[in-house]
């Protein structure tokens, strides 16, 4: 079994994706004052982003946390995980 999952944004109930969004806005150090919306902006930015599916929602079973990701972030992370589990390091 993998220890990451794929999460569908149409699963999460509206509030929860609108605070997952809004930590990767804050996280990523995005501007909020730029789009006019401010964060309201960005996250429905981001939520035409998921649907486009440049951005993914991924959750740690091993951790118990669920993080907002670009595809690049997972990808990095992905091969970075794999090489250590090859090493036997997780």
């Known amino acids: 079994m993998s220890r990451f999952i794929e999460v ?3 699963m999460l109930p509206p509030e929860t994706l609108d605070a997952l969004l809004e930590a990767f806005v804050t996280r990523q150090g995005y501007d909020t004052t730029d789009t006019g919306a401010g964060m309201g902006g960005w996250v429905a930015e981001l939520k035409q982003q998921l649907e486009r599916h440049e951005l993914i929602i991924a959750h740690d079973l ?3 946390m ?5 595809l690049a972030q997972w990808r990095s992370f992905g091969r970075d995980l794999a090489d250590d589990e090859e090493e036997g390091d997780y």
């Open 8 to 10: 569908p944004a149409r």
């Open 62 to 64: 091993e951790l118990e």
């Open 66 to 70: 669920t993080e907002v990701m670009t």
